[in-house]
């Protein structure tokens, strides 16, 4: 016989906590059996309302929907399982605080099926192979940055005053081309 546990008042006056998120319940067509819930309230007795969700309704009976909770109460639910299906998947939902807080379950009834593993032949011809080729310094990049360093030296000797300017100019460009080029160059790949 499954079992639910289920938390009143625990956290403050009206909260609920569900134990479990999902109950399976492996009937076959034809069978019932019966789901408990046990409620447990922390708290100040309290009236809930429990219901179900339109998939759940036709296969779930509840004697006692809107049990008035003391201490700790078990609620039994009818769960029957008619003879032309072959699971069902629903919610079942808590409610307190007359309609202020609410929770809820997924509650499975029936067998899932098992789907056959399918063999599937994938044809080789299909496929591609993809070659990356390795990023690579190209020739303008290495012709411009020996370029800049010639230019750098040239103006290093001949042009002491503003070498410091002209080379920090110079170098700023070469780096700023020289990145932006490697970068565009692997994009392509």
Partial sequence: MPLQQVHI???????????KDEIEI?????????????????GIPTHLYISVSDDLKDIIQIENPNPYVRFDLTVPIKVSLPEDKR???????????????????????????????RHVEVDK???THVIKKKPSISFPVVLLTAIIFV??????????????????????????????????KLLEV
């Fill in 9 to 19: 008042g625990k956290t403050n006056l009206d909260s609920i906590f569900i134990e």
């Fill in 26 to 42: 492996p009937l076959k067509p034809g069978e019932e059996e019966i789901l408990e819930i046990n409620f447990i309230n922390h």
């Fill in 87 to 117: 699971f069902v998947k629903g919610k079942v939902i808590i409610t307190s605080g007359y309609g202020r807080v609410q929770e809820d379950f997924i509650l499975m009834v029936g067998v899932r099926e098992l789907r056959e593993k």
């Fill in 125 to 127: 011809t299909l496929t």
């Fill in 151 to 184: 230019l750098s030296f040239v103006f290093t000797v001949i042009f002491p005053l503003m070498s410091f300017m002209y080379g920090a100019v110079i170098m700023s460009v070469a780096l700023t081309f020289g990145v932006t080029y490697s970068i565009l």
